[in-house]
């Protein structure tokens, strides 16, 4: 009973992340490119046995470190190769966030603002989305924040010893700090060192260029030596797998990673382009309700203690180090911005903390923006269901795009009744407000941050898989039925990774060419040992047919449909 009421929050949190993040996530296909891409890695790291190297289609694949796919890994060990495992590592990751940055708050604050911390996250759109996907950013992202969290407890401790929230020993937060870091590289890569870097460095020029009360009692001189010693510690934890790779294989991942991240960084990579402020407005809407608290944060606020103050310093400039350096890259992906979530979520509690202590005033503009944000959404959650029972009024607006208007031409049941999520969501919303304006903070809080895990929950179970017949579902359905057949699969026009892991395709159907054209040119126009099915879309039919041209007798058009076309070569046709 002493273990229950002293870890009681916890407790909750635990429980609510259990119950929201890791039900249902095994209902819906991995959706291409990323969830299915890393999927992929780590089934053929089961079915070959090979932990430290990740391959695709059973070459090597360079585009990424193992540390996330270890995990899928480890999960399709446990649960099978399925969905569910493959986004199981994720949902675990949402649980340990909730009780992380519930006592992250509480050592900072207090129990009040921990709880409005991991509340906030808990609650609001992406963040709550992402640890039911099974992409990489929330392992990567937890681990850089963990890294400079505990950087920050160092820098207190290397500062002014009387600053900091306990009495740890200095080193021992710097070692963390690597730890993390160095985990979060083996995740996705050196970028993590890059943004721990910037944030250090900004704000030590902060502390020479503008001193603020906060910097009086520290040092300003930089720490030369400590961050060395941070960035060998970094170094130390990613040899782990990048010394083995390299004794292994050779500068072979070394390269092809640099070159990949280049093309990412320079170039409008795969299509995903954007203006300049799109990671404003994805934050601004993705990130909703907490973005919404998290802008009046942005204002002088005050605060007492020393160490909370620079804290909120460290999170201001992850927030616009992050938030900037993806601005300016060319390649636009929503989750680019991700780890903006972690200080966003912050300025929500700091604001929602300090209306309850009185020392800010619930605006009007907050109630105004709370309303026109959640009308969006609702407005789209509405709509969605009247859509689908009127293909035709979407299909008429898309003339231009063929394939999209076939993809409504797939048979999906809406009843109408899913349009009350939206209206519970208003209703939640509204609700909130009113406790709000009342000054009925927890109430409110409640209401809007609880009320949007509901409305997401209910989102997952009744949309997603819906909407996701739309855009994928028949190419998915088609490679399901080849699993267990001797074949090659291929996709021309578009690229994909569901060939691989839908049709649980096997080491003997790996390319006997190390590159992509010669090997299509042996499929083509070889003659094969087993049947070669290609899938292409029908905007992109024409490449398909031009291919096959030279010997079309040997080709058979299976068939077509929601905006894909399935085509078999058989066995012995050259």
Known sequence: MIFLEKYKYQLIFFVLGAV??????????????????????????VITGDYLRMTMDYLPFNEKPPFFIWQQAISMNLFGINEFAARFPNAICGVIALVMLFNIGKKLYDTTFGIFWAGSYFGSILPHFYFKSGIIDPFFNLFIFLGLYYFFLFYL?????????????????????????????????????????????????????????????????????????????????????????????????????????????????????????????????????ASIFALASFKKQVQNIDYQIVFKLFMLILFWVVLLLFSFVKTKIVHYSSLCYYPLTYFSALTLYQIMQGKMVYKKWISVSLLVVCGLWAAIVIAIPWIGQNPQLIQSLLENDKFAQANFTAEVSWTGWESLVGVYFIGIVIVGIYFLQKNEILKGFISLFGGTAVMLMLVLIFYIGRVERYTQRAAIEFLEGLQGRDCYVMTIGYKSYAQYFYAQTQPATKPLFDGDIRWQNHLFYSKLDRDFYVLTKNTSENELLELIKPNPQAWKRLYAKNGFVFYVKSKGNK
């Not at 929201?20 to 790291?45: K, Q, S, V, Y």
């Not at 890059?194 to 040092?219: A, H, T």
């Not at 960035?231 to 040899?239: K, P």
């Open 157 to 289: 401790l290397w500062a002014a010893k009387k600053m900091a929230p306990d009495d740890r020993n200095k080193w021992y937060y710097l070692s963390l700090a690597s730890f993390f870091i160095g985990l979060a590289i083996l995740t996705k890569g050196p970028v993590a060192f890059l943004v721990i870097s910037l944030c250090i460095g900004v704000y030590w020029l902060v502390g020479i260029w503008k001193p603020m009360r906060v910097f009086k009692p520290l040092k300003i001189s930089f720490f030369f030596k400590e961050y060395a010693l941070f960035a060998m510690g970094a170094l130390v934890v990613t040899l782990v797998w990048y010394g083995i790779e390299y004794i292994l294989h050779g500068k072979e991942f070394i390269i092809d990673f640099t070159r990949r991240q280049y093309a990412m960084l320079s170039t409008h990579d795969a299509g995903h382009e954007g203006f300049v402020g799109y990671h404003f407005v994805v934050l601004l809407l993705g990130c909703f309700p």
């Open 20 to 45: 929201f993040f890791i039900p249902f996530i095994g209902n819906l296909h991995l959706f291409d490119w990323d969830e299915i891409n890393f999927a992929e890695c780590a089934r053929e790291m």
